[in-house]
């Protein structure tokens, strides 16, 4: 395999401080190589003209609905839509038929993954069949390959279970990721409770869903001992008790979703299902309130959630569709609108899409060190372009975000020094 060199480019790699004193970056059998001395002649060369160079973008939260729903996405298909993203890597959620709750289904979803455009970490469930009633084996499914718990899609409402499951978890050296939902408040809501709700004649639900549910995280993680992540914030009650909790010294960390930071719960008007998701859009105090915590740090990281539906489950009345929207295209430029907000540099974007998540997961990646896996993601920030369905490579289209116009985008992606995604050339010599 030919030796990779990219160049005049501008490098972005917090996780890495030799980083600034390189121009280039050259790969070589899947590795990212010195770039002293000469290069082989025969060298494949980039011209990066300006575009940003990253390490690969990991989303630690999907939903790849492989095994049980390959009508709406495959393995296949959503590392597909991952690459076309930049992202490199993607961490699955369990909920799939049947649940990943042991070492059988996580050795599927590996074998399903060889070959595919992103390295797949499967990540176990809390409790078996995610039922909440009793642990599932984190042993076996750790030796099998999972990176991290979470019963993602069901809160886990037994206290004692969840004290256990940290406890457990800390065994293996895994990150236990709470849904963190007070499902008694939830129950029957469909989105945001407040001024659009009453106006679409929709039950609504409250914050304090959320935030409850945060706050026992919390507890149980001061108690314990044992870190805790919170999956997709949404809420500034939320955000308070994170923050608070932080300046005490307790082990949580949280990951918020582009849609929350992008939309408000007027996306909703006209009943918009594709605007419906766990937990719900909310207003635009929320929503001002992530983008502050994402700029001071109260935030680690930014996931998708992709959760892609088909018409079947989206195109009904509001009340009964599906919760959930794709995000594994959308997430960089709809980040990259943060930055050129100033709400955050560019080095603190990588962080949350990169290196942060690398290191909650306890995978590879998120850094451009010499030696380490040339898992590479190259942005040009300046590409517009319209989102449409002829240009998603997830199975499903359910997206708040069809039609609109955005700038930023991954133009080529990397992994293992395989090239995963490309809209440049190299140079002709």
């Known amino acids: 395999m030919k030796t990779v060199i990219f160049y005049n480019g501008r490098i972005i790699d917090p996780a890495n401080t030799d980083t600034p004193h390189r121009d280039e970056i050259r790969v070589a059998d899947g590795k990212i190589l010195s770039a002293d001395g000469d290069a082989p002649t025969d060298a494949l060369r980039y011209d990066l003209g300006g575009k940003w160079i990253t390490p690969g973008l990991i989303d630690m939260h999907v939903h790849l609905r492989e095994p049980g729903a390959e009508y709406k996405e495959t393995i296949a298909s959503g590392t597909a839509a991952a690459a076309a993203g930049g992202f490199t890597a993607v961490a699955c959620m369990p909920n799939t038929a049947p649940v990943n709750d042991c070492a059988s289904v996580t050795r599927h979803i590996l074998e399903l993954a060889r070959g595919c455009r992103a390295r797949v970490y499967p990540v176990g469930s809390i409790s078996a069949r995610s039922e909440g009633k009793a642990l599932a084996d984190y042993g076996e499914m750790k030796e099998a390959g999972a990176v991290a718990l979470s019963d993602d899609g069901l809160p886990v409402l037994d206290s004692q279970l969840m004290r ?112 419906k998701m766990n937990p719900p859009l909310r207003g635009t105090v929320d929503r001002e309130a992530i983008k502050e915590a994402l700029a001071d740090g109260t935030l680690d990281a930014i996931a998708t959630d992709h959760a892609p539906h088909s018409d079947l489950e989206k195109e009904v009345e509001f009340s009964l569709a599906a919760n959930g929207i794709i995000g594994l295209q959308t997430a960089l430029p709809l980040t990259l609108e943060l930055v050129r907000q100033g709400t955050i540099t560019a080095e603190m974007m990588v962080k949350l899409l990169s290196s942060t998540p690398a290191a909650i997961l306890g995978v590879a990646g998120g850094s451009l060190k010499v030696g380490s896996p040339a898992d590479i993601t190259v942005i040009d920030p300046e590409k517009c372009y319209r989102f449409t369905r002829d240009g998603i490579l997830s199975k499903s289209a359910n997206s708040p975000f069809l039609d609109w116009q955005l700038q930023g985008k991954a133009v080529l992606t990397m992994m293992g020094g395989r090239i995963t995604h490309s809209e440049l050339s190299p140079d002709i010599s």
């Open 164 to 275: 256990r499951a940290l406890e457990y978890s800390a065994s293996y050296d895994m990150r236990v990721i709470s849904h963190s939902e007070e499902s008694s408040l939830s129950r029957n809501g469909c989105m945001n409770e407040g001024e659009t709700s009453t106006l679409l004649g929709l039950k609504g639900i409250p914050a304090a869903a959320e935030a409850i549910m945060v706050f026992r995280e919390i507890a149980l993680a001061e108690l314990t001992g044992v870190a805790v992540h919170i999956a997709h914030v949404s809420t500034a009650a939320s955000l308070n008790l994170i923050r608070e909790a932080k300046k005490r010294g307790v082990g949580v960390t949280a990951e918020t979703a582009p849609h929350y930071f992008s939309l408000t719960d007027e996306a909703v008007l006209g009943y918009n299902s594709n605007a």
